[in-house]
């Protein structure tokens, strides 16, 4: 799909609930703004959105339409394409190039790309990512509560999620997976013990099925322990080739490395901002969309200045626009009027 134009104020890469929400405040801002998304939101996998106020529980995918009809309703162009390259046009601005061989320019940029969830290569995991193999216990674990849930050891943070899931059923059990029960550290027994999650050495070889939904762990051996839930740490992958090819700074984060932004989600790369869980893990649709807002405000604000200052800056040099010259002279009737 085409743009309708080839140059825009702000082109945001990326159409989940950062950079929609980015979009919305930019075209309420009268901005004009290309969104360009691929369409493969993180949490597509899922039926159910949860967390989100007077959204709870609505399908990703409903939501996500909403908030399209919404940004249009404010002139905001939306495509469905990829990004393959957004690249400095040398004079502080961005000529972004889209898979379909298009080419818009962008004053400011902002990515808002997600990220990738890696599964551990099990068999029967994938094919229930989203139902009952789950991650987030704030996502989908009052929706599982009181069930049979395995937690998938892979780091130390399934250590965290085997707790938390606690708090949500008394039947939780902690899989090694082939982790050393000699690497847990004796605190972690301990906390593990007062939760009252049980562990299970022994590698899982296998997610049962049965009519449709999981039924048990397989472990190393053949022995296969009932379980109706299986939670999993996965590896977490920014989609951030864009803004490394832009030359941003990255930060170390326990999930890895993340790129690094400031309180609006500016990079380091000027001009270029960064939102949602491009930028880290933890921010899920609400902090997403949170993300989005502050850098919309921020960015447009940003742009006001820059063009006032000029402004400013060629009233002084003696260079005067006959819109800059009706302004003057409206500011200064008002202010006779006051
Ligand atoms: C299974 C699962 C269930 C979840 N459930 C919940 C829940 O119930 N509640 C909750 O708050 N959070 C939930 N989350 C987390 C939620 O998915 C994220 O918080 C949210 O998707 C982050 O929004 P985002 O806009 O940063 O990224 P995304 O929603 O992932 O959107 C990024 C968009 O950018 C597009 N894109 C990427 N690269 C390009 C490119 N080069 N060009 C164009 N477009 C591109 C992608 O196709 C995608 O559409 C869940 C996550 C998972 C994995």
């Known amino acids: 799909?085409?743009?309708?134009?080839?140059?825009?104020?702000?082109?945001?890469?990326?159409?989940?609930?950062?950079?929609?929400?980015a979009a919305l405040i930019l075209g309420r801002?009268?901005?004009?703004?290309?969104?360009?998304?691929?369409?493969e939101p993180r949490n597509a996998p899922a039926a159910h959105m949860h967390g989100f106020p007077s959204r709870d529980g609505m399908p990703p995918a409903e939501f996500l339409a909403e908030v399209r009809r919404e940004i249009t309703e404010y002139g905001v162009e939306l495509i469905r394409d990829r990004v393959t390259a957004a690249e400095p046009d040398g004079s502080g601005e961005f000529e972004v190039t889209l898979a379909d061989g298009g080419r818009v320019h962008a004053r400011r940029l902002v990515i808002a790309t997600g990220l990738v969830d890696e599964l551990p290569d099990i068999p029967g995991l994938a094919e229930r990512w989203g139902d009952d193999v789950i991650h987030c216990p704030f996502?989908?674990?009052y929706e599982v509560r009181d069930r049979a849930i395995a937690v998938l050891y892979r780091k130390e943070t399934a250590i965290h999620q085997a707790l938390l899931f606690s708090s949500l059923s008394s039947d939780v059990t902690l899989f090694l997976n082939g982790a050393d029960e000699d690497d847990l550290p004796d605190e972690h027994w301990q906390t593990l013990a007062a939760a009252g999650v049980s562990v299970v050495s022994g590698k899982v070889d296998g997610i049962e099925v049965t009519d449709d939904r999981v039924s048990g762990v397989r472990i190393e051996g053949g022995r296969v322990f009932p379980r109706a839930v299986v939670v999993v740490p996965t590896v977490m992958v920014p989609r951030?080739?864009?803004?490394?090819?832009?030359?941003?700074?990255t930060k170390d984060t326990p999930a890895g490395p993340f790129v690094e932004v400031d309180p609006t989600g500016l990079t380091t790369v000027p001009g270029v901002w960064a939102v949602g869980n491009a930028t880290g893990p933890a921010e899920q649709v609400v902090n997403a969309a949170s993300a989005g807002y502050r850098a919309g405000a921020t960015l447009h604000a940003q742009l006001l200045h820059t063009d006032l200052e000029r402004e400013v800056a060629r009233r002084r040099a003696g260079v005067f626009s006959p819109e800059g010259e009706r302004a003057v002279a409206r500011a200064r009737r008002a202010a006779v009027g006051a």
């Open 1 to 21: 799909m085409q743009s309708k134009k080839n140059a825009y104020e702000v082109v945001i890469v990326g159409g989940g609930a950062a950079g929609l929400t």
């Open 29 to 39: 801002s009268r901005r004009s703004v290309l969104v360009v998304d691929a369409g």
């Open 139 to 141: 996502c989908h674990g």
């Open 240 to 249: 951030d080739s864009l803004l490394s090819a832009l030359g941003a700074r």
